[in-house]
C-alpha cells in the first residue's frame, strides 16, 4: 500500500545551521503520525516543508506516491492547521470553513451543503453565521479542522494545535481530536512538544532531537523500549545515573554508579569498562516494608524516604540510599504505603530487564 | 472628595473645551455668519444667501469646486495603491532593522516643511532642472524638457506630501495580521490574489480607511502644491478662497467657499465610510 | 476694595500703554526697511521696530481682520488707500503738520494727499514709488516684446510671464489701446474693457509658462532663461541686469504703471508719535538712499537721488528716457465695486483652457 505522506532523506539547512538534518519517514493512509520533539528540534521546519512554505535543501516529499517539491502550498493536497488555528477573522464560521471551497470554484449551494455538513461532524451545527471570535477556545479548534476536512486533504499537518489551550481543555481535545480523525478517516500529522499528547493520540511516534530522529515506533515501543538516551529521557520520568561496566553477561550487566552503587541492569553492545548511562522508570521500582518481600528483583536497597510528592494515581516518593543517591519511585495506591511519612525507611528493588543501559556519547550516533 | 475630583476632571477637561470652543467652534460659527450676508454699500451689510446662490450658480466655481473632489479623489486613490505594496513590505517582509530603516526613511521627507519639499520638486523638475538635464545628458531628450506647471505633477506632489498619512496606518494595521493567517489563506487553495483580496484587504479595511480619509482631507486642503507645482490651468479650490479672502477683501464669498469645503469632506468621508460598511467608531477607535 | 482693583487695573493700564508705546509694529514690503536703517533709528530713540513683510492684498486683509489693530504704521500703495478707509475704516487719519515735509519731493506728497483724502480727512503720505513694465532678455526678445500685448506673440510662446493680478489686466488694457483709468467712473465702460482683456488673456494662456506668484520665482525663471520676457517690477529687472547684461527693464510702448507706496496709520495703531519719528526719520536724503539701495526703488525724499548710487541711477536712466518717464501711468485710487470685476476676470482666466 502507497503511504499517504512519505519523506526521503530531507535535509533544510538556513546558512549554517541545519534545522533538518537527513529525515526520512513515511506515513501509512489513515494514521496518526505524531513528531515529538523540544522546541527548536527541527519538528515545525519538516512541517512547513510537508505544507510547501519551506523548500527542502535536498531530498524529496511525496504525497500518496508523487512529488510535491514543485507543487506550490496552495495546490498541495495537504492542509494545516496552524498553532494559533489561523481562523479567518473577517469572516463567519461559514465563510472560513467555505473558503477552500470557494477557491476551488464550488458551486454556492454545494458550498453550503458541505458547510453544514461539516459543522454537523464536528458537532457545532447552526453555528454558520457566527463570528470567529464568539467561539470558545475549543469550538476554534473544531472549526479550524472542520476548515480543512471540508477539502478532503490526503494529509492534514496539526502544528501544536492544543498549546493555546488551557489544562483541562487540552486534555479533553486529546480525546476529540483523535475521535475526529477517527471521524474523517484522514492521516494526521501532529507536531508537539507535549508527551503527553503524542502518546495519547498517536499511531506512530517521531522523536526529534536536533534535527534528527531519534526513534520512530509506537507510544508503547517509546516508552517501554527506547532505543537511544534521549528517548529514555525524553518519554515519560527516569530515574537516570551514570557508570562504568563492571562485567557484560549476555544481555545482564554488572555496574556501578560515580557514587558508588552496585546494580544489575540490561543493554546491547557494552563491554566491561564502557562508560554508561542507566534509566530506570520510578513506576518499574517496587516498594516494600521489608527487604524479604523484594527477594526476586536483581536489585534491592534500602533508603529514607526524604519526600512524597502527592499527585493522586501519580504520586511518588523520593528515597534517598546509603550512598546519597536519591531515586523517585512511584507510590502504589493500594493503600498498603499510607502511613508511610518522611524519614521512615523503605526497601525498594527493580530486576535488570527494567534498568535500561546505553553507551555514554552514544546520544549522537546510531 | 467627590467634588475635589469633580474640580479636577473638569480642569482637565478645560484644555480640550477651550480649544474646541475658542480655536474650532467660535471661528466657524462667525465664519457661518459672515457667509450669510451680503454687502449692500460701504460698511452695511444684509443677511442672504446670496454668496451660496453665487457659488452654486457660477459655472467657474463649480467647476473648481468638482475637480479639486475629483482630483483629491484620484489622488488619494494613487497613494493607497503606492502605499499599500510598501506598508505591506515594510510590515509583512523586512524583519528587525530593516523594517524600521524603511519606516523611518518614509519619516525624513516630512523633517523638513511641506514648502520646502514643494521648492524640492521644482528643483527637480523645472526646465532647467536635474531631471531635464538628466534626460539630455542620457539622449533621451534633445531639448530641456518642462516637468512642472501640468496637473501630472501636481498629483505627484500631493501623493508624494500625503504618503506618510497612508503608509503608517497601514503599516500599523498590517502588523497586527498574523502571518499565519496568510499562510492559512494559500494553504486553503488561495492564489495570491485572493488572498489579498479576501484575507489581507479585509483586515486592513481600518488602515485603508482611515488612512484614505486622512489623505483626502490633506489633499483637499492642501494650498502650497497645486500653486506651485501645478502652474497656469491648476485652480484649487484652496486657491480661491485664499483669493476670495486675502487679494478680492470679499470674506463674504470666502466664508461660503470655507463652508462648502467643509460640507464636501464631511460628505465624502461620510461616503467612505458608508461604502466600506464601516463606523467612525471603529475606525478612528 | 474695589478702589485697590482699580487702581491696579490703572496702572496695568497705563504700564502697559507705556510699554507698548516705545515698540514701533511696521506692516510692510520686503526691503522698506532694511536692518541698518531699523537698527539707526533704533539707537537714536531708543524705540523698537518690529517689521513685518507683506503685500498689498495681505496688509489689507490684516487690518481689516482686526479692525485696523495690530500695527502702527502700514505702507500700502496709495491706490489701496481711498477704497479700504471707506470699506472697512481701517486707518486714522495723518497730521501732516507733525512731519517735515520738506524732506518730501512736493508734487509727489500734493498728489498722494489728494489721492488717499476721504471726508477732508488725509490717510496716506508717499514713501517709496516704482514702476511695472516689462522685464526681459533684450537679446532673445528684445525684437519682438515692445509691448505687454506682444507678449502673445508666437515668437516668445513658452518663454513668458506674468501675474495673475490686476496690475496686469491695467497693463493688457492699456496696450489694447484702452485707457481703464478713464472709465474708473463708469462700471458699464470698464467691464467692457475688462471683458476685452480677458478675451486677450484667455487668448495668451498657451503663451506663457505659468503665473508668476513671488518675486524671486519671476527671477529664478528670468535668469535661468527658461523665461525671457515677463511682466514684472523695474527693480527686478535692474537686479538681474546686474548677473545678466541682456535681461533689464523695458518701459512698455504703451507706458508703464506707476505706483506709490504710502504711509498710513492703522485705525488701532498705539504708537503714533513712534510713527510719525519713524516717517521724518526714513525721509532724510541719507537714510532715504539706503532704503533705495535696499529695496532697488527710488523714494519720495527731496534730494535723495544726490546719495543714490550710480550705477542704479545709470540702469533708471537707461529704461526710463525723458518720453517714458512723461508716459508713466500712474494708478488712481480703485473705486468699490471693480475689483469684483476684476476678480472674476482672472477667475475666468485661470480656470480657462
Not at chain 1, 496518526?32 to 516529499?61: E, Q, V, Y
Not at chain 1, 493555546?164 to 494526521?188: G, N, P, S, Y
Not at chain 1, 554508579?257 to 566491561?272: D, F, I, K, N
Not at chain 2, 462648502?260 to 463606523?279: C, F, H, Q
Request: proline content about 4%; charged content about 20%.
Amino acid at each position: 500500500m502507497t503511504p499517504d505522506l512519505e519523506c526521503v532523506d530531507l535535509v533544510k539547512r538556513f546558512g549554517d545551521t541545519t534545522a533538518v538534518d537527513n529525515v526520512s519517514f513515511s506515513v501509512p493512509p489513515g494514521s496518526f503520525f505524531s513528531i515529538l520533539g523540544p522546541s527548536g528540534c527541527g519538528k515545525t521546519t519538516i512541517m512547513r516543508m510537508i505544507a510547501g512554505f519551506l523548500d527542502p535543501t535536498t531530498g524529496d516529499i511525496r504525497i500518496k506516491g508523487g512529488s510535491v517539491l514543485d507543487t506550490p502550498p496552495n495546490k498541495r493536497p495537504v492542509n494545516m492547521v496552524f498553532q494559533h488555528l489561523a481562523l479567518f477573522p473577517m469572516m463567519t464560521i461559514a465563510e472560513n470553513i467555505g473558503y477552500g471551497l470557494r477557491r476551488r470554484g464550488m458551486s454556492k449551494p454545494e458550498i453550503a451543503r458541505k458547510v453544514d455538513e461539516a459543522l454537523e461532524r464536528i458537532g457545532l451545527p447552526g453555528i454558520g453565521a457566527r463570528k470567529v471570535d464568539e467561539l470558545s477556545g475549543g469550538q476554534k479548534q473544531r472549526v479550524a479542522i472542520a476548515r480543512c476536512m471540508v477539502l478532503e486533504p490526503d494529509v492534514l499537518l496539526l502544528d501544536e494545535p492544543l498549546g493555546a489551550l488551557d489544562l483541562k481543555l487540552r486534555e479533553h481535545m486529546k480525546v476529540e481530536l483523535k475521535a475526529l480523525q477517527a471521524a474523517f478517516d484522514t492521516t494526521f500529522v501532529y507536531i508537539t512538544h507535549d508527551q503527553s499528547e503524542a502518546l495519547v493520540m498517536s499511531d506512530q511516534i517521531a522523536v526529534m532531537n536536533a534535527g534528527r530522529f531519534e526513534q520512530v515506533g509506537t507510544g508503547q515501543d517509546l516508552y517501554y523500549r527506547p532505543e537511544t538516551p534521549f528517548v529514555a529521557g525524553f518519554i515519560g520520568d527516569t530515574n537516570r545515573w551514570s557508570g562504568r561496566i563492571e562485567k557484560a553477561e549476555g544481555g545482564t550487566l554488572q555496574l556501578r554508579t560515580e557514587s558508588g552503587l552496585a546494580m544489575r541492569a540490561s543493554g546491547a553492545g557494552l563491554a566491561p569498562g564502557d562508560m554508561a548511562e542507566i534509566f530506570v522508570r520510578p513506576e518499574a521500582i517496587r516498594l516494600a516494608a521489608t527487604a524479604e518481600g523484594l527477594a526476586g528483583f536483581d536489585n534491592h536497597l534500602s533508603g529514607t524516604v526524604t519526600s512524597i510528592l502527592f499527585n493522586g494515581a501519580a504520586s511518588r516518593l523520593l528515597v534517598q540510599d546509603a550512598a546519597g543517591e536519591t531515586l523517585e519511585v512511584t507510590l502504589p495506591q493500594s493503600g498498603e504505603f499510607d502511613r508511610l511519612k518522611r524519614g521512615d525507611m523503605v526497601h525498594i528493588g527493580w530486576g535488570a530487564g527494567q534498568a535500561t543501559c546505553f553507551a555514554t556519547g552514544a546520544a549522537g550516533a546510531r | 472628595m467627590r467634588n475635589q475630583s469633580r474640580v479636577a476632571f473638569y480642569l482637565l477637561l478645560m484644555p480640550l473645551v477651550l480649544w474646541l470652543g475658542l480655536l474650532i467652534i467660535i471661528p466657524h460659527i462667525d465664519m457661518l455668519l459672515i457667509s450669510l450676508r451680503e454687502r449692500v454699500s460701504f460698511g452695511v451689510y444684509d443677511r442672504s444667501l446670496a454668496q451660496y446662490e453665487k457659488a452654486l450658480t457660477e459655472p467657474l466655481y463649480l467647476r473648481t469646486f468638482a475637480r479639486t473632489a475629483v482630483m483629491s479623489v484620484l489622488a488619494t486613490a494613487i497613494t493607497l495603491l503606492i502605499a499599500f505594496p510598501v506598508a505591506y513590505y515594510i510590515a509583512k517582509m523586512a524583519r528587525g532593522r530593516l523594517q524600521q530603516v524603511l519606516f523611518l526613511l518614509c519619516l525624513i521627507p516630512f523633517y523638513v516643511s511641506e514648502l520646502v519639499r514643494t521648492f524640492g520638486w521644482m528643483i527637480l523638475l523645472r526646465e532647467t532642472g536635474i531631471v531635464s538635464n538628466l534626460l539630455q545628458w542620457a539622449g533621451l531628450a534633445d531639448q530641456p524638457v518642462e516637468m512642472l506647471y501640468t496637473d501630472a505633477t501636481m498629483m505627484v506632489g500631493l501623493v508624494y506630501t500625503s504618503m506618510l498619512f497612508m503608509v503608517v496606518p497601514l503599516v500599523t494595521t498590517l502588523e497586527s495580521l498574523d502571518d499565519s493567517v496568510i499562510e492559512a489563506g494559500y494553504d486553503l487553495g488561495g492564489s495570491g490574489l485572493s488572498v489579498l483580496r479576501e484575507i489581507i484587504i479585509p483586515h486592513a479595511m481600518p488602515g485603508i480607511v482611515s488612512g484614505c480619509i486622512v489623505v483626502f482631507m490633506l489633499s483637499l486642503g492642501n494650498y502650497l502644491t497645486p500653486t506651485m507645482l501645478g502652474g497656469k490651468d491648476s485652480l484649487w479650490f484652496t486657491e480661491m478662497i485664499y483669493n476670495q479672502f486675502i487679494v478680492r477683501s470679499n470674506w463674504e464669498l470666502g466664508a461660503a467657499f470655507g463652508f462648502m469645503l467643509l460640507v464636501l469632506s464631511s460628505v465624502i468621508v461620510w461616503g467612505m465610510l458608508r461604502l466600506t460598511g464601516r463606523t467612525l467608531k471603529e475606525t478612528m477607535g | 476694595m474695589t478702589r485697590t482693583i482699580l487702581l491696579a487695573s490703572t496702572l496695568l493700564a497705563g504700564f502697559a500703554a507705556h510699554a507698548q508705546a516705545d515698540t514701533l509694529r511696521l506692516l510692510t514690503w520686503g526691503g522698506y526697511a532694511p536692518d541698518e536703517v531699523v537698527t539707526m533709528f533704533e539707537e537714536q530713540t531708543g524705540h523698537t521696530v518690529e517689521v513685518t513683510k507683506s503685500n498689498n492684498e495681505e496688509m489689507i486683509a490684516k487690518l481689516r481682520a482686526t479692525s485696523g489693530g495690530g500695527f502702527d504704521l502700514a505702507q500700502p500703495s496709495q491706490d489701496r488707500v481711498m477704497g479700504p478707509q471707506m470699506e472697512f475704516g481701517i486707518y486714522k487719519p495723518i497730521d501732516v503738520s507733525k512731519l517735515n515735509q520738506d524732506l518730501f519731493i512736493p508734487s509727489m506728497l500734493k498728489a498722494t494727499m489728494a489721492n488717499t483724502t476721504v471726508n477732508g480727512d488725509v490717510y496716506g503720505v508717499p514713501h517709496v514709488w516704482g514702476t511695472s513694465g516689462l522685464v526681459m532678455n533684450t537679446a532673445e526678445a528684445g525684437e519682438v516684446v515692445k509691448d505687454y500685448a506682444d507678449l502673445c506673440d508666437p515668437a516668445v510662446a513658452g518663454k513668458v510671464s506674468y501675474r495673475l493680478k490686476r496690475p496686469t489686466l491695467i497693463g493688457f488694457a492699456f496696450s489694447l489701446g484702452e485707457d481703464p483709468f478713464a472709465a474708473y467712473g463708469d462700471e458699464a465702460k470698464y467691464k467692457e474693457i475688462m471683458e476685452k482683456v480677458e478675451a486677450k488673456l484667455i487668448e495668451c494662456k498657451a503663451n506663457v509658462k505659468t503665473y508668476w506668484g513671488g518675486g524671486d520665482e519671476l527671477m529664478n525663471l528670468v535668469r535661468s532663461g527658461e523665461v525671457t520676457a515677463s511682466m514684472a517690477w523695474d527693480t527686478g529687472g535692474w537686479k538681474l541686469n546686474d548677473d545678466n547684461a541682456d535681461i533689464t527693464f523695458v518701459a512698455p510702448a504703451s507706458g508703464a504703471l506707476g505706483w506709490i507706496d504710502t504711509f498710513v496709520l492703522p485705525a488701532k495703531g498705539q504708537a503714533d508719535d513712534v510713527a510719525y519719528e519713524w516717517i521724518n526719520f526714513v525721509m532724510q536724503p541719507e537714510v532715504a538712499a539706503m532704503i533705495t539701495a535696499a529695496a532697488g526703488n527710488f523714494t519720495a525724499s527731496a534730494g535723495a537721488d544726490e546719495f543714490a548710487e550710480e550705477g542704479l541711477k545709470a540702469k533708471y536712466q537707461a529704461s526710463f528716457p525723458q518720453e517714458a518717464i512723461d508716459n508713466i501711468k500712474w494708478y488712481p485710487p480703485v473705486p468699490a465695486g471693480l475689483e469684483s470685476i476684476e476678480g472674476e476676470v482672472l477667475d475666468r482666466v485661470q480656470a480657462a483652457n
